[in-house]
T-cell receptor, first 115, second 109 residues
Framework: DTEVTQTPKHLVMGMTNKKSLKCEQH?????MYWYKQKAKKPPELMFVYSYEKLSINESVPSRFSPECPNSSLLNLHLHALQPEDSALYLC??????????????FGDGTRLSIL | DQQVKQNSPSLSVQEGRISILNCDYT??????FLWYKKYPAEGPTFLISISSIKDKNEDGRFTVFLNKSAKHLSLHIVPSQPGDSAVYFC????????FGQGTTLQVKP
C-alpha cells in the first residue's frame, strides 16, 4: 500500500470546469511535489512545496494552481484545462528537498481526461 | 537536453538470471541517484538509491553501481523474478529529480 494517497483516482472534466486533485501523506515529510506523466514518458516535475511554501514552479501554466493547506496535504486546482493536459498527475513527498537519503515516495496518481 | 538517459527501451531476461539496467547522465552536479519501479496503473515505487560519494549500494536482490568518471549508473537484479516485470526509471537529483525515459523489463518464467 502506498503511503501517499491521491484522490480521485480518475477524473473526467470539460474545458470549462473547475476541479481539484488532492494528495495526503502522514509520514511527517516536509516536501511535497506535483508531477505530470504522459503515456510512455517519465514523470515531469510541476511544483515543489517545502515546509508548506512554494519552492519550485517549473513554468507551469496558470490554469494549474497548487495549494498546500498544511504539512500533510497538497491540492492542485484545475481550471480551463486543455485536451493536451490529459495525463496522469502524480503527487510525491520526501523528508525535505534535496540532500542525501531523501527518496521521494509517490502516490498512485489521478488519471485526468479533458473532454 | 536530456540530462538522464536510459538508452534501452526494453530488456527481456529469463527467470533466475541477472537483469542489468543501465542509465547515463550528463550533469556532474547530480549528488543523489535513485531507481524506481512502475507497474501499470500505479505510481513509481522507490527501489534503491546511492549517494554520489559511494560507488555501490545493495539491498537484497537489488544492487546499484555508480561510475562517476563515466557518468554511468546501473541496477542489477539477481535473481530476476517474474514479479520484477515492470518499467524501471533511473533518476538523478540536485534539488529536484530528473527521470530517464524508462526501461521495460520482462522476466520470463
Amino acid at each position: 500500500d502506498t503511503e501517499v494517497t491521491q484522490t480521485p483516482k480518475h477524473l473526467v472534466m470539460g474545458m470549462t470546469n473547475k476541479k481539484s486533485l488532492k494528495c495526503e501523506q502522514h509520514m511527517g515529510h516536509r516536501a511535497m511535489y506535483w508531477y505530470k506523466q504522459k503515456a510512455k514518458k517519465p514523470p515531469e516535475l510541476m511544483f515543489v512545496y517545502s515546509y508548506e511554501k512554494l519552492s519550485i514552479n517549473e513554468s507551469v501554466p496558470s490554469r494549474f494552481s497548487p495549494e498546500c493547506p498544511n504539512s500533510s496535504l497538497l491540492n492542485l486546482h484545475l481550471h480551463a484545462l486543455q485536451p493536451e493536459d490529459s495525463a496522469l498527475y502524480l503527487c510525491a513527498s520526501s523528508g525535505n528537498i534535496g540532500g542525501s537519503n531523501q527518496p521521494q515516495h509517490f502516490g498512485d496518481g489521478t488519471r485526468l481526461s479533458i473532454l | 537536453d536530456q540530462q538522464v538517459k536510459q538508452n534501452s527501451p526494453s530488456l527481456s531476461v529469463q527467470e533466475g538470471r541477472i537483469s542489468i539496467l543501465n542509465c547515463d547522465y550528463t550533469n556532474s552536479m547530480f549528488d543523489y541517484f535513485l531507481w524506481y519501479k512502475k507497474y501499470p496503473a500505479e505510481g513509481p515505487t522507490f527501489l534503491i538509491s546511492i549517494s554520489s560519494i559511494k560507488d555501490k549500494n545493495e539491498d537484497g536482490r537489488f544492487t546499484v553501481f555508480l561510475n562517476k568518471s563515466a557518468k554511468h549508473l546501473s541496477l542489477h537484479i539477481v535473481p530476476s523474478q517474474p514479479g520484477d516485470s515492470a518499467v524501471y526509471f533511473c533518476a538523478a537529483s540536485v534539488r529536484k529529480l530528473i527521470f530517464g525515459q524508462g526501461t521495460t523489463l520482462q522476466v520470463k518464467p
